[in-house]
């Protein structure tokens, strides 16, 4: 069984920045793809960044593109995900998630551990 859990939320004001951090554990962290989604209030779960296992290849969504970087330690057995300039549309409950695929992929359906999220509130 693989657990995901995210960390780092919080409250910020508008063009602050904010660093997520994701743990996975049950099987070899370099096993895992990893994503970040998040979803808004009243709103569909959206895709935001993917990073693929080796950490040589990423996927960003549109909205967050230029404002915000995911990586990863696989020797710390981490993933992260930096968001700056944030602005309150980002305000979300954000998730990790881990799949077994090989590439950094967009889609929800690629990834099959998931955490509990955590909430970003940006302030106006």
């Known amino acids: 069984q693989v657990q995901v859990v995210e960390s780092g939320g919080g409250l910020v004001q508008a063009g602050g920045s904010l660093r997520l951090s994701c743990a996975a554990s049950?099987?070899?962290?370099?096993?895992?793809?990893m994503g970040w989604f998040r979803q808004a209030s009243g709103k569909e779960r959206e895709f935001g960044a993917a990073?693929?296992?080796?950490?040589?290849?990423?996927s960003y969504a549109d909205s967050v593109k230029g404002r915000f970087t995911i990586s990863r330690d696989n020797s710390k057995n981490v993933g992260y995900l930096q968001m700056n300039s944030l602005a309150p549309e980002d305000t979300a409950v954000y998730y990790c998630?881990?799949?077994?695929?090989?590439?950094?992929?967009?889609?929800?359906?690629?990834?099959?551990?998931w955490g509990q999220g955590t909430q970003v509130t940006v302030s106006s």
């Open positions: 998630a881990a799949g077994f695929g090989a590439i950094a992929s967009v889609s929800r359906a690629d990834y099959r551990y």
């Open positions: 049950g099987r070899s962290f370099n096993s895992y793809a």
């Open positions: 990073i693929n296992r080796n950490g040589l290849s990423t």
